[in-house]
């Protein structure tokens, strides 16, 4: 069963009130990647019925006015509860935080009684082969640990080989202590002593939070306004797709290795791709800003 809470430890601006990454295990990135696979009728039902619409509020509107369309402009073989109540992923088991409080029904498929050589989703369709009805019931088994045999498997999408580092924008990438002071220096903070550490935990609450800043238009202060709220939230930058498009765009550079045996990326299209450390640009003297901030963070 999932945690119901994961943690997450900030490294705060508290001059700025800005939040300048975050560190984070596997099951606080579990829970960014399920985010993305999230239907999005699903992400928005999810928070229309907690009353958190996010910034971008187009796709509720959109949600809203199919629900009022009468059954009758749909096509028969559609079904608006469907449209309406989308499946979650039948493969993300594992994972902590805001979907623990909701009722997901299982996936289920129907074969041809008859002739077996067709499936559906939805039952009492007619079989393409023989006619016959396709309504015998079908049982999923999902890809979870205790049905695959290629090594030791922790549920969730990512192995626990890990800790990694969680952008304001909600980009992330495997630790390094090389990465952690080239932040450090990109971000342009001069006092050492104004900078905090802070964990927090985080439950189904803050989980439906993130998800609904993940949605909205704010693509560069996700984790400032997630812990410091938008009344002192700096500059922001519009974004069609928001902080879901750095998830995708994390996924899609995070190594093979990283992921459990029975996940995988799916191939995606190829296309120039310009890493957080070309945009890092240290100084040439960094000894003594890298051995402050080893002492600090990483010493206790």
Known sequence: ?????????????????????????????????????????????????????????????IYESLEKLP????????????????????????????????????????????CY????????????SCKGKVSTEMSYVPPSPANYSLGPVEGGFLKGLATYIVMD?????PMSTKMFVSLLKKSAVKDLDSLGEI???????EGLELLKLSMSMES?????????????????????????????DSIENLPDAYWQPYHSKKPMSTKDFVTLFNNLRAEKEVTELEEMVVRRFWQG
């Open 199 to 205: 964990e927090v935990d985080l439950g189904v609450e």
């Open 71 to 114: 059954e009758s402009f749909l096509q028969s073989n559609q079904d608006k509860t469907s449209l309406l109540n989308p499946r979650a992923p039948v493969y993300a088991t594992g994972i902590p935080l805001m979907l623990s409080d909701y009722d997901f029904k299982a996936r289920k498929s129907y074969k041809c009684s008859r």
């Open 169 to 173: 924008n909600l980009e992330f990438m």
């Open 117 to 128: 050589d067709y499936m559906a989703e939805v039952p009492n369709l007619n079989c393409s």
């Open 1 to 61: 069963m999932a945690s119901s809470k994961t943690k997450l430890r900030l490294i705060v601006d508290t001059k700025a009130g800005k939040v300048l990454f975050a560190e984070a295990g596997k099951d606080f990135i579990d829970f960014l990647i399920y985010l993305l696979s999230l239907p999005i009728a699903t992400a928005v039902r999810i928070l229309k019925e907690k009353n958190l619409n996010p910034v971008a509020s187009s796709l509720s509107h």
């Open 220 to 248: 560069k202060t996700i984790l400032t306004s997630f812990y410091f709220g938008d009344a002192i939230n700096p500059l922001k930058e519009i974004s069609m797709v928001g902080s879901l498009g750095n998830l995708y």
